[in-house]
Every structure is written in structure tokens, then in C-alpha cells.
């Protein structure tokens, strides 16, 4: 998993990385109070550090004056192919059973979705939710119904169980240990891993074109060694992602059930509507998770992500160590650290 200190370093462009700490948040040079457009358009911001090579990718339709919905799908694709990112795509960790189980969604402009929900097998499942959108009257197939679907319309089945992932699966199963740890190290989430690895997370990412169009996509493995058939928020729409072409779009990250509990991004879209800025509205829709249950928001983490139809965009998380990444015309590569409420 990407170590974000290694990640800075590394970077393949040699830029730097403007990092912005919670209580900076407001004073970032890129926002005001008065909530004026940020960046214009067209730009892209998606959850975690490894949203930097994704919103790169989605930049290279964006750029050429492509749609928003292109541009999300082929940049998420980027952390579903690579094979050191256990939380998304094919190198996922797998439940307690040994299956690698992958859940997504997309969403148009227009209004249109579609998600796949356990899909196994299949190394692109937010193709298949684009597919499952156009080409189906249905919003979401799961399981092996989705698998299926998958097949019969190209895509190539594969084992995505990796040597790695089932190592450290089986070194798991010698204690069957699932508890959650709040994020070290700019991690959001974890469970707790055999060396101590990480199980990162969901990468949610939201786009607006040229034209001033929005849309959304949300991937994920889920989290390491959960119940056989477990769904989070991330294929959900509504909960992991929502996108209204009139007002903005929102996604999210972390534990899945409290985002479903609260319809998170519906909330956080409903709450700009109302005239919250992004970041205001991140921000509430953490506080009613909070004041839901917040015995367990103590030990857990939730972030939300979300973009206006000015350009303006915001986030909010329980815990600190969330960061989101931003591209536009101006910068490919900007990392920044989100304000939390602890």
C-alpha cells in the first residue's frame, strides 16, 4: 500500500504535493469564504493519494473536451488494475472465505446509473456498472447474476485472488481477528492485517467536463475478511455516490453501513441545494452520523467528498488522515489533507 511520505517522493512527474491540515483547510488559497468557483472547469477530485494517478487518467478526457462520465470511468479503472492497492480492484483482499468480491457504481448527468454488487471474477466491475446502466433496464446485478452478465457481454473472467492477497488471507485465518483501527498514516480505514499491512479504501471520484456536465464513479474490494456476500455503500446510489447535474455530486469513503444508515451523498447533494457550500455539507452529513451513534463513531471513519456546479469543492471526515486528490487545468497533482471533526 502507498505509504504517503514514499508517495510524495516518488512522484512520477517530480512535482510537488500541496498538503493543507485540517484547521488550514479554510485558509487554503484555493477557496474563500465566499465560496467563488475554486478551479472553473473542467476538473476532477477523488478520494486518497492513489486518486492522483486516477484523476490524471480521467484528466487525459477531460482535457480534450470528452464527458465527465468518460472521465471518471477510465479513472478509476487505474486503481482497479493496480496490483499493489488491496482495497480496489483485482488485487483485493478477499472476505473470510477467500473470495474477492468487488462492488461499484457510475452515474451520469442525466440521471442514469448502474452498479454491480459481489461481483467475482471480473478485474473492471465500474465497467460493468456502466454496462449494467446502458444496457439494461436495471440500476444494479449482484453476485454471480453480475458475473454472468460480465461474460456475456466480453468481459474476460479471471481468477483475481493473487499470491499476495491469498498469503496474507491464510495468515488472517490463523486467528480470525476482525476488529476496526481508526487510520494511521493517512489511512482512512483498516482492519487489522497480518504485517501490519493496511486495507485502505474505496476510490470515489467526481468530474465535470467542458460542459459543465457532472458525473461519478465508486469502486472498491470492500473490507478485508468480511462475511461472505457482505455489500457496503459503495455500489449504492445515494450512499457511496450521488450526482445531480442541477446542483453537484458526492461520494464517499470508510465504513459502508454507517453511509447507508444516513444516505450520505443523497444528504450531502440535498444539504448544497439547500445552499451549503461542499465542504458545509461534507460536514453535516458527518455531524448526523455523530450524533447517531457516537459511541461508534469514535472508533470508526467516514469522509465525504463533494463538488458544486461552480466548481467549488469540499470535505469532511470523523478522523483526521483523509486527504483527497484534485485535478484541473491549473495542477494535475494537487494532495490535500481534509478538515475532521476529531
Not at 478509476?76 to 468480491?101: C, F, L, Q, W
Not at 465542504?279 to 458544486?308: S, W
Request: charged share 25%; proline share 4%; net charge neutral.
Amino acid at each position: 500500500m502507498y505509504n504517503r511520505r514514499k508517495f510524495i517522493k516518488a512522484s512520477a512527474l517530480g512535482a510537488s504535493v500541496l498538503a493543507v491540515s485540517a484547521p488550514g483547510f479554510a485558509n487554503n488559497p484555493l477557496s474563500n469564504d465566499n465560496h467563488a468557483p475554486i478551479t472553473g472547469k473542467p476538473i476532477v477530485i477523488s478520494t486518497w493519494d492513489f486518486g492522483v494517478a486516477a484523476n490524471q487518467e480521467a484528466w487525459k478526457t477531460l482535457a480534450k473536451g470528452g464527458r465527465a462520465l468518460d472521465a471518471v470511468e477510465a479513472g478509476v479503472k487505474i486503481p482497479e488494475a493496480d496490483m499493489h492497492n488491496h482495497s480496489v480492484g483485482r488485487a483485493g483482499y478477499p472476505d473470510r472465505d477467500g473470495h474477492v468480491t468487488l462492488d461499484a457504481c457510475i452515474m451520469d448527468e442525466f440521471g442514469n446509473c448502474g452498479a454491480v454488487a459481489a461481483i467475482e471474477n471480473i478485474a473492471h466491475p465500474i465497467s460493468v456498472a456502466r454496462m449494467v446502466m446502458e444496457k439494461t433496464p436495471h440500476i444494479m446485478l449482484a453476485g454471480d447474476g453480475a458475473t454472468q452478465f460480465a461474460i456475456e457481454h466480453g468481459f474476460k473472467k479471471e481468477k483475481l485472488l493473487t499470491s499476495e492477497s491469498e498469503k496474507a488471507w491464510k495468515e488472517w485465518l490463523k486467528g480470525k481477528k476482525y476488529k476496526p483501527v481508526i487510520n494511521t498514516e493517512n489511512k482512512l480505514y483498516k482492519t487489522e492485517l497480518p504485517g501490519g499491512k493496511t486495507n485502505h479504501d474505496t476510490i470515489g471520484m467526481l468530474a465535470m467536463d467542458a460542459h459543465g456536465n457532472l458525473s461519478g464513479a465508486c469502486t472498491t474490494s470492500g473490507m478485508a475478511w468480511k462475511l461472505h456476500g457482505r455489500v457496503g455503500d459503495s455500489p449504492i446510489i445515494g450512499a457511496g455516490l450521488y450526482v445531480d447535474n442541477e446542483i453537484g455530486a458526492a461520494t464517499s469513503t470508510g465504513v459502508g453501513e454507517e453511509v447507508i444508515r444516513n444516505v450520505g451523498s443523497f444528504l450531502v447533494v440535498e444539504l448544497m441545494r439547500h445552499g451549503y457550500s461542499p465542504q458545509d455539507a461534507c460536514k453535516e452529513a458527518i455531524n448526523r452520523i455523530i450524533k447517531k451513534k457516537p459511541q461508534t463513531a469514535k472508533e470508526i471513519q467516514v469522509g465525504f467528498l463533494a463538488i458544486n456546479k461552480k466548481g467549488e469543492y469540499g470535505a469532511y471526515a470523523i478522523q483526521k488522515g483523509f486527504s483527497f486528490a484534485v485535478c484541473d487545468a491549473k495542477k494535475q497533482d494537487l494532495l490535500i489533507d481534509g478538515p475532521s471533526f476529531y
